[in-house]
Every structure is written in structure tokens, then in C-alpha cells.
């Protein structure tokens, strides 16, 4: 878990990469920044910060950040309750993202994940106004290049704490 110094370390810094990126953010969005570790206390290389604006049973739509090279694990939205999983579209909206999906492995891909399991390497690279849709239920991980990256996030309904990382050691820690 992050500790507290950490943790208002990585919304201090959220906030600033929000700024770069031109997206204004609520004292109260501010207020409710999630910082997600994973359960690895490993921050620094796999972690998330996320802005969540809404999330209903239809729909959903966060802002996100990504430290320089910082990287969220390997996971898939799996169908719950017999709905579809979220199927979600990721906008860069600042810097470079790295994305991997299923698919024919990308030969000599950009980046490579940090320490864990990670089976998907079919590389999407994401520059500021380019757009990706994941369908439900499909294996991804994502990592920022050197500069960090801010992504938005829209999707069906999010239920975080249903998604199935890949690593077992992973867990989907809120705030």
C-alpha cells in the first residue's frame, strides 16, 4: 500500500501532468485523485492515477496519468452478470503511450513491461489526439514513454474490482 507522504507526492504530481496536458480538474476531482499501486508498492514503475468524472450503468469516463515510464498491469474487463466487460476507448491526450494488446506480436516492441507477467505484445503506440477502442474482455497493459502521459478513458460501466490481472500477486486497491 502507498504510504500517505507517497501518495500526496503522486496527486501533487497528477495534478501538475493534468495542467500540461491543458485539462482542468475540480478542487474536488483534485480531492479524489486515485492513486492505484496494485498491491505491489511499486509506484514508481507500476502504478495509475485517475480521475474518475463519472461511472454509472451505462457508462463511464476518467482521465488518467502515467508517470515516465510508468506502467498499469496487464489485465482484462470480464463479463459481470451477464453483461459484456467494459469495453473502453483510450485518447492520449499528453505525451506517448505505449499500448499492448492481443494480436500478432509487434517484432522489437518500444518498451518493455516491468517485472511480472505479461502475456499480450501486440504494440499501439498513442501521440496526443490518437484514439484506440479495446473490446470487452481483452487482454491489455499500457505504458508511458519517458515524458509521462495523460489519457482519457471512455468506456461502458467500470467495475475495477472485477478486472483479472494477469499477475496474481496484483491487487485492485482503491484509494
Known amino acids: 500500500m502507498v504510504s500517505p507522504e507517497k501518495r500526496k507526492e503522486a496527486i501533487e504530481l497528477a495534478i501538475r501532468y493534468y495542467e500540461k496536458a491543458n485539462i482542468v480538474i475540480t478542487p474536488e476531482e483534485q ?10 508498492n511499486d509506484l514508481d514503475n507500476t502504478g495509475l492515477e485517475i480521475v474518475t468524472y463519472i461511472n454509472t450503468d451505462i457508462y463511464c469516463a476518467k482521465e488518467m496519468v502515467l508517470f515516465p515510464n510508468q506502467t498499469c498491469p496487464e489485465h482484462r474487463h470480464p463479463p459481470i452478470n451477464g453483461r459484456n466487460g467494459k ?39 498513442l501521440t496526443p489526439g490518437q484514439q484506440y477502442t479495446i473490446m470487452p474482455n481483452t487482454k491489455h497493459w499500457f505504458k508511458a514513454g519517458p515524458e ?19 499477475d496474481p500477486r496484483i491487487i485492485r486497491v482503491e484509494k
Open 148 to 166: 509521462g502521459a495523460v489519457i482519457s478513458e471512455f468506456s461502458s460501466t467500470s467495475v475495477d474490482e472485477a478486472d483479472i490481472f494477469t
Open 31 to 40: 480531492a479524489n485523485i486515485e492513486v492505484a499501486d496494485f498491491g505491489l
Open 87 to 125: 469495453m473502453e476507448t483510450f485518447r492520449c491526450r499528453y505525451g506517448l503511450v505505449y499500448l499492448y494488446v492481443e494480436g500478432e506480436p509487434t517484432q522489437n516492441p518500444a518498451v518493455l513491461p516491468p517485472e511480472g507477467v505479461y502475456t499480450v505484445f501486440h504494440e499501439i503506440k
